[in-house]
């Protein structure tokens, strides 16, 4: 007896696992939207003590906003040692902190819609990944930053916000973010 796949021709079994994989890599937490480079490990800290296998530990990251010159973003978060996690399979858990800065003058480099991602990390081998993702507070001329972790089936409510008033810096004048964010 044949498999439906079997049925199908060299074209169509091709575009079939195209279309597998590109659910995959949505899944796994891929997209072509611009996000930040990977992010600079600062440090990392023990937490859990294990015999034979990783410690859990906290590290704590930071990354620049790939469209906004001048903002950077620091992050915490848990990172499971044991078995699964010297393997990398362990799900992490969603408790993650961020902390973001005006650091230089502030440059837009591209129009950006409310809650455009910034970056975006895997947490478990399939389905779960942590978001930064950013928006204008319009009336207040102030940029505001959420992390948060998201399954494909159920996410989590933990999340953690920071906000960066636009403010002048040196001898430069503070742009306005609602002339950069589009609806």
């Known amino acids: 007896m044949r498999t439906v796949f079997g049925m199908l021709s060299g074209r169509m079994r091709a575009g079939f696992l195209a279309?597998?994989?590109?659910?995959?890599?949505a899944a796994a937490g891929l997209s072509p939207a611009q996000t930040a480079d990977e992010p600079d490990l600062l440090f990392r800290k023990s937490?859990?003590?294990?015999?034979?296998?990783?410690?859990?530990?906290?590290?704590?990251?930071?990354?620049?906003?790939?469209?906004?010159?001048?903002?950077?973003?620091?992050?915490?978060?848990?990172?499971?040692?044991?078995?699964?996690?010297?393997?990398?399979?362990a799900e992490e858990v969603s408790d993650i902190s961020l902390a973001c800065r005006q650091v230089g003058p502030i440059r837009f480099r591209?129009?950006?819609?409310?809650?455009?991602?910034?970056?975006r990390k895997r947490r478990s081998l399939f389905f779960k990944?942590?978001?930064?993702?950013?928006?204008?507070?319009?009336?207040?001329n102030?940029?505001?930053?959420?992390?948060?972790?998201?399954?494909?089936i159920e996410g989590s409510p933990k999340n953690s916000t920071s906000s960066v008033p636009i403010m002048p810096w040196g001898g430069d004048g503070a742009p306005r973010c609602a002339?950069?964010?589009?609806d």
């Open 19 to 25: 279309i597998v994989l590109a659910v995959f890599a």
């Open 47 to 89: 937490t859990v003590f294990k015999w034979l296998t990783p410690n859990d530990k906290i590290a704590t990251y930071a990354l620049d906003d790939p469209a906004i010159e001048g903002v950077a973003c620091h992050f915490t978060v848990p990172e499971r040692g044991g078995l699964k996690g010297w393997i990398g399979i």
């Open 110 to 119: 591209e129009k950006f819609e409310q809650g455009d991602e910034v970056f």
């Open 129 to 140: 990944k942590m978001q930064i993702v950013r928006g204008c507070d319009r009336k207040r």
């Open 142 to 152: 102030v940029l505001v930053y959420v992390v948060y972790s998201d399954r494909l």
């Open 179 to 182: 002339d950069w964010v589009t």
